[in-house]
């Protein structure tokens, strides 16, 4: 790069980094699919935008949504971040698992950089822009409602956080069509990573995209926990909370201090690759080893936010299904708490293997597996929650279920991990790899998936098709033991991660059973997607208005389905445990309140919006190092920051009349629905009021 | 109304049917796995050989939780589910002290059972822990570079790239760093791994049993030519080692500056590559040159 190209208006961008013009120039297999992926996105953002000029929902994209700082729909829009990132990482998944599975002695159809790309972008992307958003989705959705609460505590800084997470999440899109992304992997090591190993655009990339969307993780987890604190009902105390409440407590708690280092260390190989600066170089004093330290010190809490949430989500779900009590809830609490504590101490045993001697290992393996203990408590309390219970086996409860056999699997192999003479056998191997699937696919994925069957009807108030939910959850399951078993066994045979091209014909068959595992796993997905679709045709068969349909425990399924704007008429008041449920048990659901007041919401804002398009606008500047528009997106973020402190017009009061004609109106619609019993939960006539189980 | 009724009973069944096949697939996986492979859990050396024994003990102990989970799980499913309302309805029972203590307890046992064992095999397996033998260890300086291995013989002063000559039953000591990115140093067969750094210095101490052919790999990703890393250990007697070592001197060209610059060059090779004698501390000089202590010979081979 020269200094004249590094100040002409396109930056360092060439046609030649379109990738069109590349699978042109170089019409190869590997090619042709990056083309094609890339042709995928523009092509599906044509049809988005056309259908929504054809349905002229434009206007309500804006006005309703885009613009919106209701938590509920924060949420909705995170988990559509999540599931459109999902579909890409699971192709990618898949198309990996494909390559590996034919590239026995054989180079296969994808070249060792595009294999690069792809591990590199599946794995940030599955955990950055498709776990994280889901998590946060369902926070954003669920917690207020469940502490008997309005909103967030600051309801426009979390549309900030979602559209700095959507902006990192454009930006990795905006690679499949400009330019390439890194080949580092999720990790991103140095030295690999500097300027000297890695040119280009690729790691600027993945810089860019982690950075804002770490600091958007950071602004959500002060969010969250400050809502948790502040935002309470009254009687809402502390341990009365559900146990999703406490778990996304837990979890930004570890957002608030784990994210950091984080954003620190991609910031400082920012510095070494502009600015010449050495903190991970090989040379001038440049030491890899922080970057591993830091990194993992993110590393490891990371996981932990992404599992407590879908902890909490099993813990509703399984009582919920059982209809029963939680078991051993002070336990739970206690056991998530520690696990969100030890999860601080244990950062090394992600590189047992760079030499630090006996004891510093003895010493991390031994905390490792102490996070054992909890962890262990956790699923036979789930398993006693159900013990004494009445069992439906909906399909947020298989998902539920299957998580409980196959996370111990998963835990299992994680102690072997943590052992590190056995660690410096199979770390980097497929062993690895296999494990920490076992953990997140179960733990998180099937976490969100259960959660997101769970409160779907209460969120747009109609039921999921269970058939089809039912269809989906065996393939995931299938799929996820023939996938990632073989995988396991292809560790301890010696076959490590990242392998684009294999030379022992002794793995062939188990790489083969493992692709055949891959394509269930995409058919898991497929599932999903015609469940939501045949749901929704069959919308007016399947609604739940009365807004309880599952006999749920929680305050959230107190109100309508779906809820409105300020979630309740009239702040609830908590006497206990499972507060909904005891509501319920004494007859005082559906009660009309005394009196009603004026209530006050926050207005929408185009401050979020205009910062999430000044922040892609200078993320990609940096990438391509195009100077005016770097400066041109810091002015437009912090401008919008700035503006906004001169508004003064930030509420509208939605009069007490208008909220007791509408709690009114529905609350005469539940009492003249019928009750269901759990029986028919799966049936029309289950339109949200519960027959309460005795 | 009925359908759904049947299909309640399929899944009932379901779980535990899932759970045995599981089981079984597992242990015949991991019994196809040990018999024919190149990994640690076939052994060629004390060392794979632990490791491998290790991994079981921990699984068995592990059992002892995991177990009761797989049986306990399909049973209650069985019994409380809804259609038959056949086991007793407790709403709300939450808590048992016995069983409270059960479930502490028992996982605190293992892990002080597990952590016990975990510390005093760190400390046995620690990988700079010299092997007691009655020999002297055999030492050998690796380089990691992009993309290859190259081992240099101190005592004998040759060189090999992308092949490690080794004496069966006698120690040997590797001292390794990287001449380029992080990498990880790795022979399967014979133990685990150790990362190579630039300007660091690690070390592995390793033993092969039986004369034989062990693959050997960097499993950290570094690049293009990752995936082609690998190279072959040569275990074989100490007369044969002696007369390699003869022939080497006798007939190879040195590795000297120059060869050391196009070695240095990423570049995968198509077959291993042998020198006669090794330019003098070329080890020390490539640790050297990325920390300015004594400026000897940079890994791109300038800079004398
Ligand atoms: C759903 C089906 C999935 C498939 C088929 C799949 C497949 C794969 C494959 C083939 C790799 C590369 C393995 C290698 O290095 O040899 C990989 C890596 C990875 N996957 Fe997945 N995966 C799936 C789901 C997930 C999920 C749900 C997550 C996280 C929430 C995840 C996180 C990762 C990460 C972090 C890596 C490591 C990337 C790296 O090497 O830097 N994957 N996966
Ligand atoms: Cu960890
Ligand atoms: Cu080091």
């Known amino acids: 790069m020269t200094v004249e190209s590094s100040f002409s208006l396109l930056g ?23 083309g094609a992926a890339g042709s995928v996105l523009v092509i599906g953002m044509i049809i988005v935008a056309a259908l929504l000029t054809y349905y002229r929902g434009w206007k309500t994209l804006w006005f309703d949504w885009l613009t919106s700082v209701d938590h509920k729909k924060v949420g909705i829009m ?43 972008t599946h794995g940030s992307i599955m955990i950055f822009f498709m776990a994280m958003p889901f998590i946060t989705g369902m926070i954003n959705y669920i917690m207020p409602q469940q502490i008997g609460a309005r909103d967030v505590s600051f309801p426009l800084l979390n549309a900030i956080s979602l559209w700095l997470t959507a902006a990192g999440a454009a930006l990795v899109m905006i690679s499949l069509v400009v330019g390439k992304f890194s080949t580092g992997g999720w990790t991103a090591y140095p030295p690999y990573t ?12 993945w810089i860019w995209s982690i950075s804002l969307t770490s600091i958007g993780s950071t602004l959500t987890g002060v969010n969250f926990a400050t809502t948790i604190y502040k935002n309470r009902a009254p009687g809402m105390t502390l341990f009365r909370m559900p146990l999703f409440c406490w778990t996304s407590l837990c979890t930004s708690v570890l957002m608030i201090f784990a994210m950091a280092p984080l954003t620190i260390a991609t910031l400082m190989l920012a510095l070494d690759r502009y600015a010449g600066f050495h903190f991970f170089t090989n040379d001038l004093g440049g030491n890899m080893m922080n970057y591993a330290n830091l990194f993992w010190l993110f590393g490891h809490p990371e996981v932990y936010i992404l599992i407590l949430p879908a902890f909490g989500v099993f813990s509703e779900v399984i009582s919920t299904f059982s209809g029963k009590t939680i078991y051993g809830y002070k336990s739970l609490v206690v056991a998530t708490m520690s696990i969100a504590v030890l999860s601080f101490t244990v950062w090394l045993h992600h590189f047992f293997t760079m030499g630090q001697g006996a004891n510093v290992n003895a010493i991390f393996g031994i905390a490792t597996m102490l996070i054992g203990v909890p962890t262990g408590v956790k699923v036979y309390d789930w398993l006693l929650t159900m013990v004494r219970g009445r069992i439906r086996l909906t399909t947020a409860m298989l998902f539920s279920i299957m998580f409980l056999v196959t996370f111990v699997i998963g835990g299992l192999t994680g102690v072997i991990l943590a052992n590190p003479p056995v660690d410096f056998a199979v770390h980097n191997s497929l062993f690895l790899v296999a494990h920490f699937h076992n953990m997140v696919i179960p733990g998180v994925l099937f976490g969100m998936i259960a959660g997101y069957q769970f409160w779907f009807p209460k969120a747009f108030g109609f039921r999921l098709a269970e058939r089809w939910g039912k269809a989906s959850f065996w393939c995931w399951s299938f799929g996820f033991y023939l996938t990632f078993m073989p995988l396991y066994v292809l560790g301890l045979m010696g076959a490590m991660r990242r ?32 469940q939501l679709i045949v749901s929704v045709r069959q919308r007016d068969q399947r609604r739940v208005p009365a807004g309880d349909p599952w006999d749920g425990r929680s305050l959230e399924w107190s109100n309508s389905a779906p809820p409105p704007e300020y979630n309740f008429a009239v702040i609830p008041e908590v006497s206990g445990q499972d507060a909904f449920t005891r509501l319920k048990e004494q007859g005082k659901a559906y009660a009309s309140p005394a009196a009603y007041d004026d209530i006050i919401v926050p207005k929408n804002s185009i401050v979020a919006p205009v910062i999430g398009v000044g922040a892609i606008a200078l993320g990609f500047a940096l990438v391509w190092h195009i100077w005016w528009l770097v400066a041109l997106g810091f002015v437009t973020i912090w401008g919008a920051v700035i503006a906004r402190s001169f508004v003064t017009e930030t509420e509208r009061v939605i009069p007490a009349s208008e909220v007791r004609a509408d709690h009114e109106a529905w609350l005469q619609q539940v009492r003249e629905c019928a009750t269901t019993p759990r029986e028919q939960e799966d049936t029309s006539a289950n339109v949200g009021r519960a027959e309460v189980l005795a | 109304m009925i359908e759904n009724m049947v299909s309640m009973r399929r899944h009932q069944e379901l779980p535990k049917i899932l759970v045995q096949s599981t089981g079984g697939l597992l242990l015949l996986m991991f019994s196809v796995a040990t018999t024919a492979s190149n990994g640690f859990i076939n052994p060629a050396g004390p060392i794979a050989e632990e490791l491998r024994d290790h991994l079981i003990f921990i699984v068995m102990v592990m059992a002892v939780v995991i177990v009761p989970l797989f049986i306990a799980l399909p049973w209650t499913l069985w019994r409380y589910r809804l259609r038959t309302k056949s086991g007793s309805y407790q709403p709300n029972w939450e808590f048992s002290w016995p069983l409270e203590i059960l479930i502490w307890g028992l996982p605190a046992v293992i892990v002080v059972v597990l952590g016990w064992n975990l510390w005093h095999q760190s400390y046995e397996l620690d990988p700079y822990k010299p092997l007691a033998a009655a020999e002297a260890p055999l030492e050998i300086q690796a380089i990691a570079l992009d993309w290859k291995w190259v081992f240099i013989y101190p005592d004998q002063n040759v060189a090999s790239v992308n092949e490690v000559m080794i004496v069966a039953g006698r120690p040997v000591r590797f001292r390794l760093t990287s001449g380029t990115v992080m990498q990880s140093f790795m022979i399967p067969r014979l133990g685990g791994q150790i990362y190579t750094m630039a300007g660091m210095e690690t070390q592995m101490n390793l033993l092969a049993s039986e004369p034989g052919q062990f693959r050997g790999l ?23 080692f002696d007369a390699w070592a003869t022939k080497m001197s006798d007939s190879k060209p040195p590795l000297n500056q120059a060869a050391w610059a196009l070695l240095a060059k990423p570049s995968v090779l198509a077959a291993p590559q042998s020198f006669g004698s090794v330019a003098e501390g070329l080890f020390t000089g490539v640790i050297a040159g990325f920390t300015g202590g004594h400026p000897h010979m940079k890994a791109d081979g300038t800079d004398l």
């Open chain 1, 12 to 34: 360092t961008l060439t046609p030649q980094d379109i990738s069109f013009v590349q699978t042109f120039e170089n019409p190869v297999m590997s090619e042709f699919i990056d």
């Open chain 1, 194 to 205: 500097g300027i000297e190993f890695s040119p280009g655009e690729g790691v600027d990339y």
């Open chain 2, 218 to 240: 960097n499993t950290q990703y570094n690049g293009m030519g990752f995936a082609n890393q690998k190279f072959i250990t040569h275990a074989v007697s100490q007369a044969d």
């Open chain 1, 499 to 530: 392998t684009v091209e294999w030379f022992r014909p002794e793995y062939l068959g188990w790489l083969q059973a493992s692709f055949v595992g891959a394509l269930l796993l995409f058919s898991g997905f497929i599932l999903l997607i015609v």
């Open chain 1, 78 to 120: 995170y988990i559509v971040v999540a599931f459109v990132m999902l579909a890409r990482a699971i192709i990618e998944g898949v198309l990996m698992r494909y390559q590996q599975s034919i590239a026995v002695n054989d180079p296969g159809v994808l070249t060792p950089d595009h294999f690069g790309q792809l591990f590199s």
